[in-house]
């Protein structure tokens, strides 16, 4: 089945740097990749979505990228602040005839003020 | 904006206990989802299904059953529970499945299995 690994697990960043966040993927026919945002005690939040045809797109600071050659897909935070600190992940949509997700491990971004 | 209600937020019990966690979404949503969340792992998917009366085995299924009941409640359940069953526990649900890659989460559900 499909495996996604994300990198890296950790992440500091100063206030106004940019952070960059890639996922792996090995099915060469997912159809959609999302990113999530997971604040403290919290449950995830969209952050952005791509379909397979999309290479780049951007939104409020945030650019994800999608290389479907190499089978990776990234987000960037730019002029990251500190209410980004939080943990983020990818998922990648795998087409079984129901569709499910398939999340990274998760990367844990600390912007330092 | 989605609503996703999980119970209980918390629960502890011991090796050989029976837990029921429940999801309700009130956005009328077709799929719903049950992952646990451990560190190192990210999210991987248990159950999940695309309607009422519908199940579909997850990634990591073992030692968990589900149940879908209506459109707005979905169930899992461990009837044994084991240590290494303790986790966070996220219920999500979407319209379309994969197809707009958006999840709505609950909130999660924190179980310890002593």
């Known amino acids: 089945g499909e495996q996604v690994e994300q990198r890296p697990p950790h992440l500091s960043v100063r206030e106004g740097d940019s952070a960059i966040i890639i996922c792996t993927y090995t099915d060469s026919a997912t159809a959609y990749f999302s990113w999530y945002k997971q604040e403290a005690g919290a449950g995830l939040q969209l952050l952005m979505s791509v379909l397979s045809n999309v290479d780049r797109k951007e939104e409020q600071g945030l650019t994800v990228l999608l290389n479907k050659k190499d089978k990776r897909l990234s987000l960037n935070l730019t002029a990251a602040h500190p209410g980004d600190s939080a943990v983020y992940f990818c998922a990648v949509s795998v087409n079984t005839g129901n569709y499910k997700y398939v999340f990274g491990a998760g990367t844990r971004l600390k912007v330092i003020a | 904006e989605a609503a996703v209600t999980q119970s209980p937020r918390n629960k502890v019990t011991v090796t050989g206990g029976n837990v029921t966690l429940s999801c309700r979404q009130t956005?009328?949503?077709?799929?719903m989802y049950w992952y646990r969340q451990d560190t190192g792992h990210g999210l991987r998917l248990i159950h999940y299904s695309y309607g009422a009366g519908n199940l579909q085995i997850g990634d990591v299924p073992d030692g968990y059953k589900a149940t879908r009941t209506t459109q707005e409640d979905f169930f899992l359940l461990l009837e044994l529970a084991s240590p290494s069953q303790t986790s966070l526990y996220f219920c999500?649900?979407?319209?379309?499945?994969?197809?707009?890659?958006?999840?709505?989460f609950g909130e999660g559900s924190k179980l310890t299995v002593l």
């Open positions: 999500a649900s979407s319209d379309l499945g994969g197809r707009t890659g958006q999840l709505y």
């Open positions: 956005n009328s949503h077709n799929y």
